[in-house]
């Protein structure tokens, strides 16, 4: 029985000894297994990574350099020394899984080599694509111009490399937008014939989307930016001007104050306040639109404030300004009228006008800029408006000896005493016709009615 017993044990130990032989083997043959197959994955996002990076920086290459470089040539053409076929087939394989479209053509422009991208970006098999002439894939607009470079550079009389832009045409007959990169490849350095062509496309329809999105967000802010500053400032403060003050020598300025709005307002909600009062300035600045001289400058509580003749043209009539700034400001009180039937109101407008200068004009700030005017007449025009009478246009004689020989009827008012200018000769102003203002507001008012 002992003689058995230890028998047993000694079968257990060599059992024992030899399970844990067996699980170091497999435990090895797991990691080695784990190692070979990771290995190659690594090298080949290693190989890609790489590739990527030579294509970005032979863009920057002189082409010159590209042609004269064997090892650039012979990585695209594929022909390579006795003893490179293994990394020949790698560098193939990186060719076929490039992002970029890559396209290789024969000496007669017929496609014998496409890669995967191609048929990802216009959606063509390379059954279709091989065999056939480059140009048959091209957009009809740039079939002769890429068939011209070719023969160029096949002749010799052109450049063996070319950049450009060009559209392709897809399975469903649409263009799609590439930039082009076009290398003609020879066999050696001592060779003067090209033998293929490398075409390198990248599909540009994404970055053409970015531009145009970029310039829709940039025409929305400058149309933002024209209705707080006048257009001609506009382009000089995209021109990168921090700076910008100018003179005017003579200018036509005018207040517009809505008569005891204060009082109107009283048993109106904020809400309703501030709506009753954009209708009325918008509609201001409807009339004001009409005016190409005449430039809104800024709104102070229920006063409108703007001048005309700020950016006038050499060419212009010296008496313009003051013309236009008349008529706007009669047409904006006769809008009165409507503006108080929409809102069930009894407003009134005083307004006042006055013509002179030198004034001086520029941007104020830096965050938020501004545009705006100072000067005397400035003041003497904000007095006139203080002191009219609601519902009349006032104008100073400086206005009115630059409009007495126009269609106005010009009533005298006598001397007005203006705060801090003593007294001063005014002046009430109307059109002769009035059936002409009264279409004028009329046409205005109903262009903002909906359609």
Same mark, same amino acid.
């Given at each position: ?228 500053? &006048?257009?001609?400032?506009?382009? #000089? +403060? ?9 003179? $005017?020598? /003579?200018? %036509? ?123 005397? &007449?400035?003041?003497?025009?904000? #007095? +006139? ?9 006032? $104008?100073? /004689?400086? %206005? ?35 059936q002409d203002v009264e279409a004028s507001f009329t046409m205005t008012l109903s262009s903002r009615e909906p359609h």
């Amino acid at each position: 029985m002992r003689a058995t017993k230890r028998i047993s044990d000694v079968m257990e130990n060599l059992y024992d000894k030899d399970m844990n032989l067996q699980i170091l083997f497999i435990s090895i043959g797991a990691v080695c297994l784990v190692v070979i197959f990771t290995l190659p994955w690594y090298f080949r996002d290693f190989v890609i990574q790489n590739y990527r990076v030579l294509l970005m920086m032979l863009q920057h290459l002189p082409p010159q350099t590209i042609i004269d470089t064997p090892e650039i040539l012979e990585f695209f053409t594929g022909k390579k020394k006795k003893g490179d076929k293994d990394k020949m087939s790698t560098s193939k394989s990186i060719i076929h899984d490039a992002s970029e479209c890559i396209i290789i053509t024969n000496q007669n422009s017929v496609i014998e080599i496409v890669n995967k991208s191609v048929t990802d970006n216009i959606g063509l098999t390379p059954d279709q694509l091989l065999g056939q002439q480059i140009a048959n894939f091209v957009s009809a607009k740039d079939q002769a111009r890429l068939t011209s470079q070719i023969d160029l550079m096949m002749s010799g009389q052109g450049s063996a490399f070319w950049e450009d832009h060009i559209e392709l045409v897809n399975d469903n007959n649409a263009s799609v937008p590439f930039t082009i990169t076009m290398i003609g490849m020879k066999d050696n350095d001592n060779s003067s014939e090209i033998k293929s062509i490398v075409f390198i496309l990248s599909n540009e329809t994404e970055e053409i989307q970015k531009r145009a999105d970029a310039e829709a967000a940039k025409a929305k802010s400058e149309k933002l930016l024209y209705q707080i500053l &006048p257009k001609s400032i506009v382009v #000089r +403060l995209n021109r990168g001007e921090t700076d910008i003050s100018f003179t $005017i020598e /003579s200018a %036509t300025i005018f207040f517009i104050d809505i008569v005891k709005f204060s009082a109107y307002t009283a048993t109106l909600t904020p809400t309703e306040i501030m709506s009753n009062l954009s209708l009325v300035f918008a509609t201001f600045d409807k009339i004001v639109s009409e005016y190409p001289s005449i430039t809104k400058i800024k709104l102070i509580g229920d006063v409108y404030m703007a001048a005309a003749g700020l950016f006038q043209e050499e060419d212009e009539k010296s008496n313009k300004h003051a013309e236009d700034a008349v008529r706007c400001c009669i047409q904006c009180s006769k809008a009165m009228e409507e503006i108080n039937m929409k809102l069930n109101a009894s407003l009134e407008a005083r307004i006042g006008v006055n013509s002179g200068g030198p004034l001086i004009g520029g941007v104020l700030g830096t965050d938020k800029p501004t545009f705006d005017i100072i000067g005397d &007449p400035i003041n003497v025009a904000a #007095r +006139l408006q203080s002191t009219d009478i609601a519902g009349c246009v006032q $104008i100073s /004689s400086d %206005t009115k000896a630059l409009i007495e020989n126009l269609d106005f009827t010009i009533e005298e008012r006598g001397e007005i005493y203006l705060k801090g200018k003593g007294n001063r000769m005014t002046y009430f102003v109307s059109l002769q016709n009035k059936q002409d203002v009264e279409a004028s507001f009329t046409m205005t008012l109903s262009s903002r009615e909906p359609h």
